[in-house]
Every structure is written in C-alpha cells, then in structure tokens.
C-alpha cells in the first residue's frame, strides 16, 4: 500500500512538519526575550511561554487534520481558540515516498495516541543551554510507541554562533553555513532517518543522566556501572540522540519523573536502531491513554 494512503504515513509526514513550526516557535519566543516563565511543582519544574504556544500549535495543528486522534500533551492548558499563525497544515513529502510497514498499513486514527511534549529540556531552555532542547512528538499503537519524531531546534546553535561571530569580524568564511534545527524521524519496521549513526569510541563505557533532577537513587546506579564518563544533561530526547549518536553508551534514570511524553518519540529512534528502553525493572513501556 503506497504511504500516502496509509494512516500513520500521513500521520508522520505531519507530525515533520508541525515539530519544525513548533521548534521554529521554540526559538521565537527566546529571541523576543520574554519567557513568560511559570513553576508548576517545583523550581526544577518550569513552563515557559514557548511550552505553552509549542503545544497549542502541534495540538491544535494534529487536531484539524487527524479528529480521530487521541492527543496529550504536556502542559494542562485552558481551552481557547488558537491562532491561525500557529497552525500547521504541510506534510513532508519525503517521508510519504516510504513505504509504510505491513503490520500498520489499516490503522485507523482513532487507534492511535499521540504523546506530546512540546519543549523537552525546559529548564536548560531558561538557562540558555539551548543545544538540550527538543521537541517531542511520539505516535503509539495498542500501549506500543511505535513512530517519533524528534525537532532540534537549536542544533547547530554553536556553528552558527562562531559563523556570525566570524562575518562580524569579516573573517573568511570555513564551508558551507551551518543550518539551524533539525528534525529526525522514525517507524518501527522502516527504520529512523535524519541523522548519522554512531558507535561510542570503542572500550568506552559513558553514561548519560539527568542534569536537574538527580537524587541519591540516580547518583549510586550511575556510580554502580563503573562508567569511563558521566554526561549530565537536560533532555529525555537530547540524551537518546546522544546515544544514536555515540556520545554515551547508556541513558540511566533510576527514578520516577518521566513521563510518557518524554519517551514515547525517544524510544521509537532508539529501537528503530537496535536500542533498547525500558523502566527500571526492565519492563517495557506502555503507551495506552490512560497510562500513568
């Protein structure tokens, strides 16, 4: 069956598209100066201005075209009407001339649950440690995560920094202009696109844990595997692309906190690559509607 007539084909396809208007929202909202920022629970526990206008633009923008869906995000925002601005009605054709895997071909919409997190990273955001950011859109399919997509929008921050940097100071320019923001994408059985696999430096053993919610718990598993490097950053997704990547062997947060948003779209690019996630005890995640 050709993509374009599949369910989760077009699904994904709009999904590309919405994570990068709602990362292009990302990086608005930091350049206007304004965060709007509010704590839900705690210090460590933020929402922004972009967190809120992110996920009122993807919901809003899955809604209209998929009605059938089950969507949840993070944030517990107040109906309203959204602005046409933020609304998102491409598709990304690219992944449309994929065909889609045999076993999801007659999914119908209102099998699916879309988990959302609109601005993963929210306290690196605020402290402008923008390369941790991402935003999270995973696609579930009877309890199982089953397509992602994750947008970057601050990859390549750095390089285009030093390119500026450069033009100011009307240096030559070194290779082509970094571009800013990506968006990389995945389907169980098809596989996960949009950016280069890579092993960690052989004989290495890094591990990958939180930057702003550790504890006693978290600190003794990480020091119980012995690791050659501990990587503390913020980010469920930007820890999973640091091991699709080669940046750490291991992601490891032995302790409550993560939602199902923050791994839905993460475990779907780590799987479609051989990786492995689950919960403490090694179960596997459930990605039903009413999962807690």
Not at 20 to 29: F, S
Not at 238 to 257: D, M, T, W
Not at 263 to 271: D, F, M, R, S
Request: glycine share 8%.
């Amino acid at each position: 069956m050709a993509s374009s007539n599949t369910v989760l084909m077009r699904l994904v396809a709009s999904a590309y598209s919405i994570a990068q208007k709602a990362g292009m929202i990302v990086r608005r909202v930091i350049a206007e100066g304004d965060l709007g920022i509010v704590e839900k629970t705690c210090a460590t526990d933020l929402q922004t201005k972009a967190d809120r206008l992110a996920q009122m633009s993807i919901c809003s923008s899955l809604a209209r075209k998929f009605p059938k869906l089950t969507i949840i995000g993070e944030e517990d925002l107040p109906s309203e009407e959204v602005d046409q601005e933020l609304i998102e009605d491409s598709q990304w054709e690219e992944i449309l001339k994929q065909p889609c895997p045999s076993q999801y071909s007659s999914i119908k919409e209102e099998d699916l649950v879309v988990w959302v997190d609109p601005l993963d990273g929210t306290k690196e955001y605020t402290e402008g440690l923008l390369d941790n950011v991402t935003v999270l859109i995973g696609i579930a399919y009877e309890g199982k995560a089953i397509a992602g997509v994750i947008n970057q929008p601050y990859y390549n921050y750095e390089n285009n920094e030093k390119q500026q940097l450069r033009e100011h100071r009307n240096e030559a320019k070194a290779g082509p202009d970094a571009v800013l923001g990506r968006t990389i994408w995945g389907v169980l059985g098809l596989g996960a696109f949009g950016f280069q696999l890579k092993e960690v430096p052989a004989g290495k053993h890094i591990i990958t844990t939180t930057r702003s919610h550790s504890n006693k718990l978290v600190t003794d598993c990480v020091t119980a595997m012995n690791p050659d490097a501990v990587l503390r950053v913020g980010g469920a997704g930007n820890k999973i692309i640091q091991l699709i990547e080669g940046k750490a062997s291991a992601y490891v947060f032995a302790s409550p906190g993560c939602k199902k948003w923050d791994t839905c779209a993460p475990e779907v690019i780590l799987h479609a690559v051989g990786g492995k996630l689950t919960d403490i005890h090694g179960n596997v995640l459930q990605y039903h509607k009413d999962a807690s």
